[in-house]
């Protein structure tokens, strides 16, 4: 939704009507662009939203009066937290269940083959979760403002692929709304940098690597050894520049209203190891896994052999929220056994120096790339074959250029795309060392601001619009 015309059309008109309402009805514009935003979407999506935050506002009010009965309390927080859950982990996967078991073909007009979950569900529904889990806790008061709380399920910059936020932080960034200057020129001049860094990333990067990825994942037989290994890093850097474009779109749109949501990717691909990574990967979720799924179960207060299972049943959930098929269970289940390889042998291995680093932080992009392509293929099956041909299909990189410029890429695409990943590499290692967001970075100096902004807009229309063979690909991260 982010690439359109109407998106422009859509931000420009909220931020005037922002600006020029009177400081206590901010929050209600807000409210009813977001609501708006979603119908426009899809009806479907509005209708699911108004019922998850009435369902848990209502829920979150309940448990709070039932404090003092604990068993009342309880059924009402797991009755609430297990309807989501629900949702979420059945009801997303019939259609790909009854594939799978055969019956099909039996139910072809059935609605249940064409059940989809609506746009951003998954993301606030593990806000509610979260929030209900919070109250039940006794760590968040149940919010009795119904704008405050609709505008914390569904306000519009994180509604379809989040960040996952919390109550506490985004409750008290809306009720100092009414104070903001919505005119702070530094402010707006960090969120436009940040939306300018994230359409590079999604139109300039994210789209140009994914004409060659999908080129190599339609045909792998087709390709050589040195090309589908390239094609598997080329995926790689596709979902981080795409997600992570998104994200930045969506930090820059909110920052333009005085919230601030969670950074969700802190240069993730100079990690050391796996749980590094996923302090640095799609923050808000892994976190979200570790305080609501992990802790709970006990964490690492029981031993190791309690900590390894905990440990994979994040990670077997994480795969499973992330869409239907064994390809993601396989992708969640290879996270998994790597973080527990991290957590028993890898604490024991020295990363320190330039050489022991430089290796720590291959091997974990490796590891990482390699569960990418099952993340990446339609199926298990797909995915068992690209790995089986990338390490069968012999060494003729010349061969496939054909098959590739037959199909409307020219390799100076895949040329660019090679200089881009290693830019994206680049930017990343100074962030990392820095300790903070390329955005962020450039603030102090107003050349390499002004500048950084002009070569991004070029490079946008003369690489990324304009480029051979564009074609914009919707977020991925909006399917899941």
Same mark, same amino acid.
């Given at each position: 939704?982010?690439?359109?015309?109407? %998106?422009? /059309?859509?931000?420009?008109? /909220?931020?005037?009507? %922002?600006?020029?309402?009177?400081?206590? #009805?901010?929050?209600?514009?807000?409210?009813?662009?977001?609501?708006?935003?979603? &119908?426009?979407?899809?009806?479907?999506?509005?209708?699911?939203?108004?019922?998850?935050?009435?369902?848990?506002?209502?829920?979150?009010?309940?448990?709070?009066?039932?404090?003092?009965?604990?068993?009342?309390?309880?059924?009402?927080?797991?009755?609430?937290?297990?309807?989501?859950?629900?949702?979420?982990?059945?009801?997303?996967?019939? !259609?790909?269940?009854?594939?799978?078991?055969?019956?099909?073909? /039996?139910?072809?007009?059935?609605?249940?083959?064409?059940?989809?979950?609506?746009?951003?569900?998954?993301?606030?529904?593990?806000?509610?979760?979260?929030? =209900?889990?919070?109250?039940?806790?006794?760590?968040?008061?149940?919010?009795?403002?119904?704008?405050?709380?609709? =505008?914390?399920? *569904?306000?519009?910059? +994180?509604?379809?692929?989040?960040?996952?936020?919390?109550?506490?932080?985004?409750?008290? $960034?809306? +009720?100092?709304?009414?104070?903001?200057?919505?005119?702070?020129?530094?402010?707006?001049?960090?969120?436009?940098?940040?939306?300018?860094?994230?359409?590079?990333? +999604?139109?300039?990067?994210?789209?140009?690597?994914?004409?060659?990825?999908?080129?190599?994942?339609?045909?792998?037989?087709?390709?050589?050894?040195?090309?589908?290994?390239?094609?598997?890093?080329?995926?790689?850097?596709?979902? #981080?520049?795409?997600?992570? *474009?998104?994200?930045?779109?969506?930090?820059?749109?909110?920052?333009?209203? &005085?919230?601030?949501?969670?950074?969700?990717?802190?240069? !993730?691909?100079?990690?050391?190891?796996?749980?590094?990574?996923?302090?640095?990967?799609?923050?808000?979720?892994?976190?979200?896994?570790?305080?609501?799924?992990?802790?709970?179960? &006990?964490?690492?207060?029981?031993?190791?052999?309690?900590?390894?299972?905990?440990? @994979?049943?994040?990670?077997?959930?994480?795969?499973?929220?992330?869409?239907? *098929?064994?390809?993601? =269970?396989?992708?969640?289940?290879?996270?998994?056994?790597?973080?527990?390889?991290?957590?028993?042998?890898?604490?024991?291995?020295?990363?320190?120096?330039?050489?022991?680093?430089?290796?720590?932080?291959?091997?974990?992009?490796?590891?990482?790339?390699?569960?990418?392509?099952?993340?990446?293929?339609?199926?298990?099956?797909?995915?068992?074959? #690209?790995?089986?041909? @990338?390490?069968?299909?012999?060494?003729? !990189?010349?061969? !496939?250029?054909?098959?590739?410029?037959?199909?409307?890429?020219?390799? =100076?695409?895949?040329?660019?795309?090679?200089?881009?990943?290693?830019?994206?590499?680049?930017?990343?290692?100074?962030?990392?060392?820095?300790?903070?967001? /390329?955005? $962020?970075?450039?603030?102090?100096?107003?050349?390499?601001?002004?500048?950084?902004?002009?070569?991004?807009?070029?490079? @946008?229309?003369?690489?990324?619009?304009?480029?051979?063979?564009?074609?914009?690909?919707?977020?991925?991260?909006?399917?899941?």
């Amino acid at each position: 939704m982010f690439i359109s015309f109407f %998106f422009v /059309l859509f931000l420009a008109v /909220l931020w005037l009507l %922002f600006i020029l309402a009177p400081a206590k #009805y901010r929050k209600t514009v807000l409210c009813i662009f977001s609501l708006g935003f979603c &119908g426009y979407i899809s009806v479907t999506a509005l209708a699911a939203l108004v019922l998850s935050t009435v369902v848990t506002f209502v829920g979150a009010i309940a448990i709070e009066k039932n404090s003092e009965d604990n068993k009342r309390a309880k059924a009402i927080t797991v009755f609430t937290v297990a309807l989501f859950a629900f949702v979420l982990i059945v009801v997303k996967n019939i !259609p790909y269940l009854i594939k799978m078991f055969g019956f099909d073909t /039996l139910s072809k007009n059935s609605i249940l083959t064409s059940i989809v979950l609506p746009v951003g569900f998954s993301f606030y529904a593990f806000q509610a979760i979260g929030y =209900l889990y919070d109250v039940y806790q006794g760590k968040e008061t149940a919010e009795k403002d119904i704008v405050d709380f609709a =505008l914390y399920m *569904g306000f519009f910059a +994180k509604l379809v692929s989040g960040p996952i936020e919390r109550k506490g932080n985004f409750s008290d $960034q809306l +009720k100092g709304l009414a104070g903001i200057n919505v005119i702070d020129r530094n402010r707006i001049s960090l969120a436009l940098t940040y939306m300018v860094w994230g359409y590079f990333l +999604k139109l300039v990067i994210a789209d140009r690597l994914a004409l060659v990825v999908n080129q190599i994942h339609a045909a792998p037989e087709c390709f050589d050894i040195i090309w589908l290994m390239g094609g598997a890093v080329f995926y790689s850097f596709q979902v #981080y520049t795409d997600f992570a *474009g998104y994200t930045c779109i969506a930090i820059g749109c909110a920052m333009l209203f &005085g919230i601030e949501l969670t950074q969700n990717f802190n240069s !993730p691909y100079c990690s050391k190891n796996i749980t590094e990574f996923w302090r640095r990967w799609h923050i808000s979720l892994s976190s979200w896994l570790k305080d609501y799924i992990y802790i709970p179960l &006990g964490g690492n207060r029981k031993g190791n052999l309690r900590k390894c299972f905990n440990t @994979m049943v994040v990670f077997v959930l994480c795969g499973i929220w992330h869409g239907n *098929g064994l390809s993601f =269970l396989v992708w969640g289940i290879l996270h998994g056994l790597f973080s527990i390889f991290d957590s028993v042998i890898g604490k024991k291995l020295s990363t320190e120096g330039i050489v022991k680093s430089f290796i720590a932080r291959t091997v974990t992009f490796i590891a990482v790339t390699f569960a990418w392509i099952f993340f990446r293929a339609d199926s298990l099956r797909l995915s068992l074959k #690209y790995i089986k041909l @990338m390490f069968t299909n012999g060494i003729n !990189p010349k061969g !496939p250029i054909s098959f590739i410029t037959g199909n409307g890429v020219v390799m =100076l695409q895949v040329y660019i795309s090679v200089a881009m990943i290693i830019l994206v590499q680049i930017i990343d290692s100074i962030c990392y060392r820095k300790k903070t967001e /390329l955005p $962020q970075l450039i603030q102090e100096n107003r050349m390499i601001k002004y500048g950084f902004v002009y070569v991004c807009l070029m490079a @946008m229309f003369v690489i990324g619009v304009y480029g051979g063979a564009f074609k914009t690909e919707t977020f991925i991260y909006m399917q899941f």
